[in-house]
Every structure is written in structure tokens, then in C-alpha cells.
């Protein structure tokens, strides 16, 4: 029998291991930087999610592009879920096995069980009806979650206003189409902020069954009073942002409705994602993100004056009180939703609303109907 009687620590074996971490510490850093990135394939999607522009002092844009890229699990709903999270909704929210069936509803679900698409480097291009030529991008790399958000220096000058529109470039052989639009909001001006649920669409937040039902089993109700104050100030000229909690996942149930019955505008919704800690966040209090979102936008347009509308009922007089007290020179006015059921004690609006004038802060009733 042979033995080998080559140290272990041999120079040989030495330089083997040394090559073998070096190879494996070049790995890491190759895959942070980029890790295997790829476009879109023919069995993925993309939404362009709605941001707004800053022109810049030489007249061009800072184009802010907010892409969404996944693939759909076509998989039965009702399996994929699981029996036990059925059986929560049956029997937490009184919903039965008949609704969880529902085309709507298996609508609605969907987006949250996608299959998000990490390390996706789209090309795309970004026109205007003054460019003859599109500009051609390549936004950042997707994260976990499948978003990824790409501040383009657009250096073309574009009519205040205006819209630029985003598409996808795909290989030839793709037919299908991914497009999006920007606003081109102007240095100065009025701009709204407004809350989603429960101010423009009928959600009673306040209670969680109904909640539920509203987000994913029923059609979508708007608060026509509240559409036609929208659209009047719309009409004045006011540019639009909408900050909601609600996940990203509903944006592509909510696309249509808020087209069909808002002024157009940015939208910002909230992350959500089993697999990492936007779940634990997502359960704790709003206060914090719509301050935090809202504060963005303001700090975005610091030239513009702002209209902030809301709801009573969860936390909106007291992230607008806290926003007011922020930017008191910005803030034009504060319009409350009235909503039943919410604490509407004069107490409450007289803390929420501290240093804050009467003339700026009104409550108000907006028939949903």
C-alpha cells in the first residue's frame, strides 16, 4: 500500500486553496455587482409604476422610472394558497368557499403570488410628441421584490405639463407591449396629495372584515363627491400624487378605477413581500410611512404650494398635522373625509392639528354616492 506523504499544507495545496477563495470572494463580489442580470423573457411581465418628473435648472428632467417585473404563476389559486390561509379568511373574515372561487377575487390575489424577478436589467425607451427619436435607457437591476427605481437625466427640454411615455424594448420576435407614462410636473405650481382608501374609494378600514371584502371580493366603489372636488382642482391646474397603504400588489386592480374616476397622477403604495421584513412592516403603523412619503414628494417640489387630503379614519389628520407643522409655508389647505365610525371628537382634530390654523384644516362630508 502507497502512502502519500505530501504535507497537508503543502505549497501545492496551499496555492490550490488560495485560488479556490480567491475564486470564491471574486464570486461574491461579481454577484453583487452583477449577478447574471438579464432582460425580459417572453413568460415575464412588467408594470411601469406611476412616478412624477423634476425639471432641472438646465430645463431637462430628472425622470424617476419605478418598474415592476414578475412572472405569473398560472397554478390553480385555490391550491396555491394553501387550506390554511382559506381557512382563515373563511373563518376570521365570514367569507365562503363559493367567494374565494370568484374570477374577481382570484384577480385580485394574484399579484400576490407572483414570482418576482430579481437582477432584471430592462431596456427601454422614453419619448415625447416633441422627440422624433426616443431615448434609449437601461434601468438598474431589479431587487428581490422585483422593483427596481432608475433616476434617468432626461436633458431634453418638454412642455411643462407634458407627458413622457415609457416602453419596453423587447426582442422582434416579442409582440406584446409594456408602456408607461411621467408627468412632467414643473418647478412651481399646485400640487394635491391624496389618500386612496377610504377618501376616493370605499374601503371601511376600520373594519377588518369589511376591509378585506372591499380590497379583494367586491368591485371597487368610488366616493363620487370626492371624484368631482378631484377633478375641480384639476381643472385649476393642480398636479396629483396619491400616498396609500395599501400593498403595490393591488396597483394593477386599482389602474383602472382611479382612470376611470381621479385626475391622473403618481402613486405611491407600499411594499409587501413574505420574504423579507416589508411583512413585519407592513402590519405596523402607517403614521410613520406617510409622513415619510409625503415629506418626499414635498422636499421633490419645494417651490410648489399643496393641497393634502384625507380621511378620518385611521391616522390622516395626524400624519397632515405632523406634515403641516414640517412645511407650514407649503401647505395650502387640509381636507378631512368625514368617515362613520371614526373618532371624530373635536379633541382628537384639536391635538392632531397643533399649531396648525383653523383657516387651513377643514372636516367635510363627501357622499359616497
Known sequence: MSVDATPFFSASRRQALLLAIGAGIFAVLLAGFWPFSSGLREDEELIFLPTSAVKNSDGGWAVPVHTWVFEREEDDILRRLGRALIGELLEQFGVSEQETRSQLFQDRIKYFLVDNKRAKRIKISISSLNRSIPLAVQLDKSSANGHAKTLVNYEHKEVDGSWLTLAAKLPKSDQRNFLGQIKLVPPTGHSVICDIDDTIKVSNVLDKRELIRNSLFRPYQPVLAMSRHLRQLERGGAYFHYVSASPWQLY??????????????????????????????????????????????????????????????????????????????????????????????????????????????????????
Not at 259 to 268: R, T
Not at 285 to 310: A, E, V
Not at 325 to 333: E, N, Y
Request: without cysteine.
Open 252 to 369: 394593477p386592480s386599482l389602474r383602472q378605477f382611479l382612470k376611470n374616476y381621479v385626475p391622473s397622477g403618481a402613486i405611491a403604495l407600499r411594499n409587501f413581500r413574505l420574504k423579507d421584513s416589508s411583512f413585519v412592516a407592513f402590519f405596523r403603523s402607517s403614521q410613520t410611512y406617510k409622513i415619510d412619503r409625503i415629506s418626499s414628494i414635498i422636499k421633490r417640489y419645494p417651490k410648489h404650494h399643496f393641497t393634502l387630503i384625507g380621511d378620518s379614519g385611521e391616522h390622516d389628520p395626524e400624519v397632515y398635522g405632523a406634515i403641516y407643522r414640517a412645511f407650514p409655508s407649503q401647505i395650502k389647505t387640509i381636507t378631512i373625509r368625514a368617515v362613520a365610525g371614526s373618532d371624530m371628537r373635536k379633541q382628537r382634530f384639536k391635538l392632531a392639528f397643533k399649531k396648525v390654523p383653523e383657516k387651513i384644516w377643514s372636516v367635510r362630508s363627501f357622499a359616497a354616492q
